[in-house]
């Protein structure tokens, strides 16, 4: 006998089976919901633009501005791994919204004279080609050599010009840079052998990668 749950129930019984419907499965289906992921997204994209406005006269709000896009962007995060929603696709979208308000923040600090435009042309161009080198590497499960993230060289020196007035954003951002920059050597040394099909990634097979078609 099956009995179907009506309207007003609050669980419905299948062959003597409950299945409750409870706050954690309407989060988790909230969390797989694509519209989330853009919103969140394009959230972080729009605070990036206001970043650029505020700069000028509020920088310490612009800083604080760029903290809450990384509180944002920890948090989707941490949602769609904890309810198994995780997606490369999403992972995709993220990080282009994360290189987009990056870029923002970048030209913002160039913008209002506290970075040299030279550095903050570079920046976007490493860090982008950054982010292929790193994508490429995970899809052929190349391990990728060591790296710096950019919150360990622009964040603080972001802080000490927004705070306090002392201007180390160039130095910082290139020592940013200059970092990417290696990594990606490093990263495409490992990728060449592996693309051309002449690095055997799995010997206890036998077996080779054939070579990566990109589009």
């Not at 499965?25 to 406005?53: H, K, N």
């Not at 160039?110 to 590497?137: D, E, K, R, S």
Request: aromatic fraction near 8%.
């Amino acid at each position: 006998v099956r009995v179907t749950r009506s309207p007003r129930s609050s669980c419905a019984l299948d062959d003597g089976k409950v299945k409750r419907y409870s706050l954690r499965t309407a989060i988790d289906r909230c969390s797989s919901s694509c519209t989330v992921r853009w919103a969140v997204s394009a959230s972080q994209i729009a605070v990036g633009g206001v970043i650029v406005l505020v700069l000028g006269s509020q920088p310490g709000a612009g800083f604080l501005l760029m903290l809450l896009c990384l509180f944002i962007d920890s948090l989707d995060g941490a949602l769609a791994r904890a309810y198994g929603r995780h997606s490369q696709f999403g992972a995709l979208v993220d990080q282009i919204a994360d290189h987009v308000r990056e870029t923002l923040v970048i030209a913002g600090l160039a913008l209002h004279g506290g970075l040299h435009p030279v550095v903050a042309v570079l920046y976007p161009i490493i860090q982008g080609t950054f982010n292929v080198v790193t994508l490429l590497c995970n899809l052929r499960d190349v391990p990728v050599p060591w790296s710096v993230k950019s919150y360990l060289t622009v964040y603080p020196v972001f802080f000490l010009w927004a705070f306090f007035g002392v201007n180390w954003l160039t130095p910082g951002v290139g020592i940013a840079i200059g970092f990417m920059a290696l990594t990606i050597v490093l990263a495409l040394h490992r990728l060449s052998g592996v693309m051309d099909g002449n690095v055997d990634t799995n010997p206890a097979e036998g077996s080779q990668n054939p070579p990566l078609t990109l589009p």
